[in-house]
T-cell receptor, first 112, second 116 residues
Framework: SQQGEEDPQALSIQEGENATMNCSYK?????LQWYRQNSGRGLVHLIL?????REKHSGRLRVTLDTSKKSSSLLITASRAADTASYFC????????????FGKGTKLTVNP | GAVVSQHPSWVICKSGTSVKIECRSL??????MFWYRQFPKQSLMLMAT?????????EQGVEKDKFLINHASLTLSTLTVTSAHPEDSSFYIC????????????FGDGTRLSIL
């Protein structure tokens, strides 16, 4: 399977704390994307980091990419109850393929 | 911008029925759309890549005669689950990609299909 791995599978924190999720992938990539999915809904794109970038910020989100280790992390700072969702990383492979390869996801619960 | 609409959001039907799910890009043109299936508490599994004006490309293990895909325009792709059975019950999600390098996919809200 080409599917990546994410850890932890589940994370429960208190409001105001930071949440860090990690993702590993298997093949060379053009980019690495992070998505959020609220229960029973579609995916919302959060951030895309290109293979030649090492770090990217968007609001309370910080994504890092280490292509030598084939890994990425998503940090959510000052978490809120509304951040409760499942978070998926998805790698955009090289070679012209448009297909994304999704990780298994991390279910984040932020307790008020 | 880049809104994808998926309809219906929820359908319950009897075994043997065929069910059509629509995926529309509302404010952009999408030459390529993707159909995924998601089981409870699991990740997305790509079923097929839908290409406007040509045949869809199915992933290994996905029956093309079971899951018919039509992408007749630059803003609409449809997935028809033919002769659905209870094992086809699942959450189906479509996505569309804005043309260009390093563009994210934009997802519909999904369709929960329940076959009785």
């Amino acid at each position: 399977s080409q599917q990546g791995e994410e850890d932890p599978q589940a994370l429960s924190i208190q409001e105001g704390e930071n949440a860090t999720m990690n993702c590993s992938y298997k093949t060379s990539i053009n980019n690495l994307q992070w998505y959020r999915q609220n229960s029973g809904r579609g995916l919302v794109h959060l951030i895309l980091i290109r293979s030649n970038e090492r770090e990217k910020h968007s609001g309370r989100l910080r994504v890092t990419l280490d292509t030598s280790k084939k890994s990425s992390s998503l940090l959510i700072t000052a978490s809120r109850a509304a951040d409760t969702a499942s978070y998926f990383c998805a790698s955009g492979p090289q070679g012209g393929s448009e297909k994304l390869v999704f990780g298994k996801g991390t279910k984040l619960t932020v307790n008020p | 911008g880049a809104v994808v609409s998926q309809h219906p959001s929820w359908v319950i039907c009897k075994s043997g029925t065929s069910v059509k799910i629509e995926c529309r890009s509302l404010d952009f043109q999408a030459t390529t759309m993707f159909w995924y299936r998601q089981f409870p508490k699991q990740s997305l599994m790509l079923m097929a890549t839908s290409n406007e004006g040509s045949k869809a490309t199915y992933e290994q293990g996905v029956e093309k005669d079971k899951f018919l895909i039509n992408h007749a325009s630059l803003t609409l792709s449809t997935l028809t689950v033919t002769s659905a059975h209870p094992e086809d019950s699942s959450f189906y999600i479509c996505s569309a990609e804005v043309t260009g390098d390093n563009q994210p996919q934009h997802f519909g809200d999904g369709t929960r299909l329940s076959i009785l």
